[in-house]
């Protein structure tokens, strides 16, 4: 273990937290505790992943991996003895969480509500899982380790009817005027602020009286509150009334200003030597891009925007910086790199070294997974289960005649779960590199529901990408003709028809896509990115802006302008979009290329330099990166130009292939399935 | 604004079956400014966590025998 550059860790996280929320509040001084975290640490977007569901997500930021191998794949799950679904639990993870992975080393930690942790995990501190703040007194059994904290932490819940008018009043100032018989929200409100309250009770108990070395608490108030009350937020939408304006346009400042006073509250009890990160898992659309009310009620996720916040302060941190290119992926291995400890090189994410004041270089090692398992808090073997499986075993167990089966409405809710689980799998699994493991995954979707045109569209796109061209043209061919014409689909058989060489018919499919290109950011960006293919630069550029104007932090968009720009030699415009995309997203190859083709043309060479062999680690198209390399550094280091020579002329000599990593967010938006 | 009729005896909100009854004080404040709550107003205290929870509990306790004795004085 190297010398951890922090000694503690205290990582808050803000379900649906966004800057576009926070920035106007900032402003005018409403978030004092937030700004001066920020003024003394640094801040940045945090992209999410896909499918954007909290459960998990919140497990991909605390186990620094993708869904496929933290196994946690919705809200619900079969209950393991078949009788029907219940939340996802803990034993579903198929990965240690940062937690057991500081157990394991010796350190403590409390994790105070946590998505997907319960039942308890014998942790090495205090897990206060998620369905604590939830079940009723008499179910709190393994909610609590070590079990013996559950009355004392019980006993600190927060109930509504312990509410005061004037708390909810700082939310609806009116609330006098409402009929709370007639009227629920306001109850609602209150359900969801005691909730919260009660997260805090916990946490600020437990950071004061237990040991830690890490102490993690999740606050769902700005989400759930999002849900409820977001459609109120000024501007005021087409849909709400006057009245309902009024009454509760002032309900979602005040929640992040009760979030920042709990902010507070909590770093009154941390030292100089402790680490803050502050993140969210998504943001929340809380202006002109919000949904009409009905459909953000028929999906939530519409509401949901790609990027969250991140947020640190510590005393290894810089001060008052940015943070670029940051996902959820990253907070675990930023946190082992504080503490000290080795970055798992199965994680997906990485440590954000950029932000440390001084140089860190952590230890890497091949996987934390089958290393001093007895030690790292985990439910035993027996416990840990996949929920598909356990319910396949009941159903065995049901057609031997050893358990009688349950009603046949839970059936159907346990195989709409399951179903419902798979699918987001391959929407996670269609963002990773691991893509063809999605292809059995849809191929087993579409064939228990032939009809599913998300899992056949979805299907076709992998195998497009895969070289499958056939089989995609099969399953495109069995779309129906509405589904065919719409712009998602049209781009995919533009890419399909171009990939078979039938130029004219792909530029037909790319022309009638933005003939009906509809107002999806992602579905103008594909039209832009089509565009390009046959150097359509004007209308390339038109499609990329329309991209923008929908969604502004849009990596695809900002690097297809800068893809414009560099063929027509606009040098320097190319360079601004794409460090702006990378800026957002650092896992984007193609923009680091792009980026370093710019500052070449530029004469920027250091920095040229610096782009390609980003992009080079990011493995993308090694061939034409070597070259450009060993050119750059002819005369600034002869010797590193001569490796890089050397590495062209070998992959010279072999059969050429072009990095296969596309942004997924070039892809298309994914309808709900 | 509601209370509860008459009774000193506040519902376990854990056993309530229906929708939960939220206790408002009769007098509230009716000055109260979004989100700038001056300490130690009951948000603040709810804010504190575990540090407010005692005085919280006290002012909930003075305002319940405060409305009964409203309720019983002529």
Known sequence: MIPSPGKKVLLIGWDAADWEMIDPLLQSGKMPALAKLIRGGVRGNLATLQPVLSPMLWTSIATGKYADKHGICGFTEPLPDGAGIGTVRSTSRKCKAIWNILSQNGLKSNIVGWFATNPAEPINGVMVTDQFLVSPEAKL???????????????????????????????????????????????????????????????????????????????????????????YHPPQMKDITDRDFELYQHVMAGCYRFHDMMLHALLQYIDEQTTVILVSDHGYECGHRRPPPEQAKRNPEACHRTFGIACLKGPAIKENERLYGATILDVTPTILALLGLPVGGDMDGRPWLEVFRHQVKPDRIFGWEGLGDDQAGLHSSEMRQDPAEAAQAVSQLVELGYIAPPAEDVQQTIRDTIRGNKISLARALLETPRMAQAVPLLRELLAEKPDDEWCALALARCQLTLGQLKEARALLDTATPETQRSPQVQ??????????????????????????????????????????????????????????????????????????????????RAVEKSLEAVGLVHFYPEAHFHLAVGLEQSGLVREAIAAYETALGLGYWPVAIHRHLAELCQTLDPQKAGEHQLAFTRLCRQPMYRADFKSSLATGPTPSP | MESRGGKADVPNPRSAAGPQCVLFAETSNPSVTIGVVSAPSSLALLAAGVAGIAARRALRSERLKALQSQKTDP
Request: proline share 5%.
């Open chain 1, 491 to 572: 781009i995919l058989l533009a890419d399909l028809a171009l990939a078979e060489g039938n130029k004219t018919q792909a530029l037909s499919h790319v022309e009638a896509a933005s003939a009906g290109g509809g107002t999806h950011h992602l579905v103008w960006a594909q039209i832009g990115r089509a565009f390009l293919q046959f150097e359509r630069w004007h209308d390339a550029a038109a499609a990329f802006r329309k991209s923008l104007e929908a969604e502004p932090d849009n990596p695809a968009a900002l690097d297809g302008l800068a893809t414009v720009h560099l063929a027509q030699g606009e040098w320097e």
């Open chain 1, 141 to 231: 059994a393994n909610t609590v380790h070590p079990p013996e904290l559950t009355s004392a932490l019980a006993a600190l819940r927060v109930t509504p009817d312990t509410l005061f008018a004037e708390d909810l009043e700082a939310f609806i100032p009116r609330l006098s005027e409402l009929n709370l018989k007639t009227d629920e929200r306001p109850l609602r409100l209150a359900r969801r602020l005691a909730k919260v309250a009660s997260v805090q009770a916990v946490a600020t108990a437990l950071i004061q009286s237990q040991p830690w070395d890490l102490m993690a608490v999740y606050y769902d108030g700005l989400d759930q509150f999002g849900h409820e009350f977001m459609p």
